[in-house]
């Protein structure tokens, strides 16, 4: 069947058609939980577990104090300790865009490392960089440069959206658009965030389908219905996940990430159980 058919079949059989395709599990992005991991990391992360997670994705790491207290070696026991992998982590590396320093981008790569991670994930980018298409293709070259010393360590670089890379710059063009047409497909691969997608107006299935085998992971957040500018538990949602996760699957994604920026009258462990048990038996993920 051709990449082509197989998306299509995709969108009309369902999940379970490419059940067989690759084998994926739920994951965390670690954000979601921001509040309560300071408070208890050992206990959070069992907890994680727990829930039905089989896979983190890590952020704010310090340079003093590694993830909550645990340097980065002691993280990564204790996610073993709990059957949890980490693909991914979401690096701020602002210092390489602006002055081109490597230094900061380089202690990641050795955190990443450290963890097991295939993927440095860059989670968002200062708005002063990218206020014009010139500078929009010089951050495209920037990240190309970026994803070379991430290959030289054997990591693979990652960009995640949020929604203001569709804000037009003139003349057509918008930021996402240049950073796709100016990176290299063989060294950046892109997490596309399927809430911010669609909070920009963007359609998640066409996006795919145009480049595909430029996703390497998504973020699988659901936009509350009633509540502007707010997420809810997967599934309870406005978003069609059912369309959207076969067709990130005939891309090539390979890692789907539950991600929650906000709890409303719901405990959070309650709530990550809740959008991980839709994940596993709805979505098939």
């Given at each position: 069947?051709?990449?082509a058919?197989?998306?299509?079949?995709?969108?009309?059989?369902?999940?379970?058609?490419?059940s067989?395709?690759?084998k994926?599990?739920?994951?965390?992005?670690?954000?979601?939980?921001?509040d309560?991991?300071?408070?208890?990391?050992?206990?959070?992360i069992?907890?994680?577990?727990?829930?039905?997670?089989?896979?983190?994705?890590?952020?704010g790491?310090?340079?003093?104090?590694?993830?909550?207290?645990?340097?980065?070696?002691?993280?990564?026991?204790?996610?073993?300790?709990?059957?949890?992998?980490?693909p991914?982590g979401h690096?701020?590396?602002?210092?390489?865009?602006?002055?081109?320093?490597?230094?900061?981008l380089?202690?990641?790569?050795?955190?990443?490392?450290?963890?097991?991670q295939?993927?440095?994930v860059?989670?968002?980018?200062?708005?002063e960089?990218?206020?014009?298409?010139d500078?929009?293709?010089?951050v495209?070259?920037?990240?190309n440069?970026?994803?070379?010393?991430c290959?030289a360590?054997?990591?693979k670089?990652?960009?995640?959206?949020?929604?203001?890379?569709?804000?037009?710059l003139?003349?057509g063009?918008?930021?996402?658009?240049?950073?796709?047409?100016?990176?290299?497909?063989?060294?950046?691969?892109?997490?596309?965030?399927?809430?911010?997608?669609?909070?920009?107006?963007?359609?998640?299935?066409?996006?795919?389908d145009?480049?595909?085998?430029?996703y390497a992971?998504?973020?699988?957040?659901?936009?509350?219905?009633?509540?502007?500018d707010?997420?809810?538990?997967?599934?309870?949602?406005s978003?069609?996940f059912?369309k959207?996760i076969?067709?990130?699957?005939?891309?090539?994604v390979?890692?789907?990430?539950?991600?929650?920026?906000?709890?409303?009258?719901i405990?959070?462990?309650?709530?990550?159980?809740?959008?991980?048990?839709?994940?596993?038996?709805?979505?098939?993920v």
């Amino acid at each position: 069947m051709t990449q082509a058919g197989l998306a299509s079949a995709a969108l009309v059989l369902g999940p379970q058609l490419l059940s067989a395709q690759a084998k994926s599990y739920p994951g965390l992005q670690l954000y979601t939980l921001r509040d309560e991991l300071p408070k208890g990391v050992k206990d959070v992360i069992a907890k994680v577990a727990k829930a039905g997670y089989k896979e983190v994705e890590t952020f704010g790491y310090d340079m003093k104090t590694g993830y909550w207290g645990l340097k980065e070696k002691d993280f990564s026991k204790l996610l073993k300790d709990n059957g949890l992998t980490t693909p991914s982590g979401h690096y701020g590396i602002d210092s390489f865009f602006g002055k081109g320093d490597t230094n900061e981008l380089k202690k990641y790569i050795e955190v990443a490392n450290a963890l097991g991670q295939t993927y440095v994930v860059v989670p968002s980018l200062n708005g002063e960089f990218i206020k014009t298409v010139d500078e929009c293709k010089a951050v495209a070259e920037k990240l190309n440069k970026a994803a070379d010393i991430c290959k030289a360590s054997g990591l693979k670089l990652g960009y995640h959206n949020h929604n203001f890379e569709w804000k037009p710059l003139g003349g057509g063009a918008t930021f996402y658009d240049t950073i796709l047409a100016g990176t290299d497909p063989k060294l950046v691969h892109m997490e596309m965030d399927i809430y911010w997608v669609v909070k920009a107006g963007q359609d998640p299935i066409k996006i795919l389908d145009k480049h595909r085998g430029r996703y390497a992971l998504v973020h699988v957040k659901d936009k509350d219905k009633t509540i502007a500018d707010s997420t809810t538990e997967v599934g309870n949602g406005s978003i069609d996940f059912k369309k959207i996760i076969p067709a990130a699957r005939a891309a090539g994604v390979k890692h789907f990430i539950m991600e929650q920026e906000n709890f409303t009258n719901i405990d959070p462990f309650v709530s990550i159980t809740k959008s991980c048990s839709y994940m596993k038996n709805t979505l098939h993920v």
